[in-house]
Structure formats: structure tokens, C-alpha cells
């Protein structure tokens, strides 16, 4: 089974600061990376995914993330956040299914990383 | 983005009753839904997988006959919590996707309370 460790629970910047958000997994086989983000009184939404190439992905709102696989992690990057970027972040990851062209199931997700950003 | 939507966004019920909540994909057929519980403070567990015209798939330690899964179209899936107890109550959120490879898309989530 695959477990998600976000080592960052609350994370305080002021507006412009750059940020980082750690992600760590656990499993034994391929899995498929995602960064979803939660902004208040809203759903969650997908900012980026990885499921293979290039180990550096880019998703909306200028985040990125980058997979390094002898570290299991998944670090989410931005280099001058917003006050809009006040939100949680959830950090999850599902089996990489090789039978299935690379889909697979449920996703594990982290305890998310809430984030204030100070005008 | 595709859409998802929940009903309802919240309820609260007795113990003892049952309770249904609907997951709709409004603008992409999904063959295949997941339920998802987030207690306070903590992260979203996967309760079940569900395939379309399929039965559900739980995850271990989900009662299957107290959390029933049924997806009989492609853009419906209801979770009823059947003798509803107060811990019972979370925050239940379903997601849809249409293919293996494709993301999965969230409902906004539905707050039970049991009393």
C-alpha cells in the first residue's frame, strides 16, 4: 500500500516569497504523482500531475513540482507566490498500473500543507 | 475543467436512519467514481472505486453493507450510509474520471452530521 507524507502542515509567507511544499511516498512499485489545491469554500482541483517524461512538470498558476525518484518525492514549487495562493494542499499518489497503458485507481493522499500568504 | 456535483451539501439525520447522497458528473460521461471521507483536520481516505454497471470496489476497513456504492449510469453515483451512527459523520467527497489515464475531478463534498 502507498502512503503520502507532507512534512509541512502550516506554512506562513508574505506575498512574492518563493515557496516550497515537501512530499514524500511510500510504495514499492511506479506510481503516478498529483499536487491538487484547495481554496477556501471550494472544491479540490488538480494543479499538476506526473505520470512519466520529463520529471519536472508544470501545472496552472505557476506552480511546478519535480519528481525525484531515488528521493521518493515530490516537491511543489512556486518562485513568487500570491495572496490568491492562500489555500490547502493536498499531495497524492496512485499505483502506476503498467497492464492498464499507466491508469490506475484511488488515490492516497496526503494530511495537507495549509498555506497563508501575508499581504 | 470538467464538473462534478454533490447532493446534498450537507445534511444531518437521526441515528438510526439512512442517509443518500448522489455524485454527478454534469459534462463527461465517467466510467469510473470514487468516495472519498475527510475527518476534521485530517486527509481524504479513499472509501471505494466504483465502475460503471460494476459493483463497487471498498478499500480495507470499509463496511460494505453499512457504506452501499451504486454507479448505474455513467454520470451518477450514490453513497448511502445505511443505520447511520454519530461517527458516521464527516465529510464525504466522491470524484469521476472518464479514462484510466485521466484526471480525476472532485466534487465539492458533503458534510453528514448524525445525531
Known amino acids: 500500500a502507498q502512503s503520502v507524507s507532507q512534512h509541512n502542515h502550516h506554512v506562513i509567507l508574505s506575498e512574492a516569497a518563493s515557496l516550497e511544499l515537501g512530499c514524500n511516498y511510500s510504495?514499492?512499485?511506479?506510481?503516478?504523482l498529483f499536487w491538487y489545491v484547495q481554496y477556501p469554500g471550494q472544491h479540490l482541483q488538480l494543479l499538476l500531475k506526473?505520470?512519466?517524461?520529463?520529471?519536472l512538470v508544470k501545472g496552472i498558476k505557476g506552480f511546478e513540482a519535480e519528481f525525484i525518484k531515488s528521493k521518493f518525492s515530490f516537491n511543489l514549487r512556486k518562485p513568487s507566490v500570491q495572496w490568491s495562493d492562500t489555500a490547502e494542499y493536498f499531495c497524492?499518489?496512485?499505483?502506476?498500473?503498467?497492464?492498464?497503458?499507466?491508469?490506475?485507481?484511488?488515490?492516497?493522499f496526503g494530511k495537507g500543507t495549509h498555506l497563508i500568504i501575508q499581504p | 475543467g470538467a464538473v462534478v456535483s454533490q447532493h446534498p451539501s450537507r445534511v444531518i439525520c437521526k441515528s438510526g436512519t439512512s442517509v443518500k447522497i448522489e455524485c454527478r458528473s454534469l459534462?463527461?460521461?465517467?466510467?469510473?467514481m470514487f468516495w472519498y471521507r475527510q475527518f476534521p483536520k485530517q486527509s481524504l481516505m479513499l472509501m471505494a472505486t466504483?465502475?460503471?454497471?460494476?459493483?463497487?470496489?471498498?478499500e480495507q476497513g470499509v463496511e460494505k453493507d453499512k457504506f452501499l456504492i451504486n454507479h448505474a449510469s455513467l454520470t451518477l453515483s450514490t453513497l448511502t450510509v445505511t443505520s447511520a451512527h454519530p461517527e458516521d459523520s464527516s465529510f464525504y467527497i466522491c470524484?469521476?474520471?472518464?479514462?484510466?489515464?485521466?484526471?480525476?475531478?472532485f466534487g465539492p463534498g458533503t458534510r453528514l452530521t448524525v445525531l
Open positions: 470524484s469521476a474520471r472518464f479514462g484510466r489515464r485521466d484526471t480525476q475531478y
Open positions: 510504495y514499492g512499485g511506479t506510481v503516478n
Open positions: 466504483s465502475n460503471e454497471g460494476s459493483k463497487a470496489t471498498y
Open positions: 497524492a499518489v496512485n499505483a502506476h498500473l503498467e497492464y492498464s497503458g499507466g491508469g490506475a485507481d484511488g488515490l492516497t
Open positions: 459534462d463527461f460521461q465517467a466510467t469510473t
Open positions: 506526473y505520470f512519466s517524461g520529463d520529471p
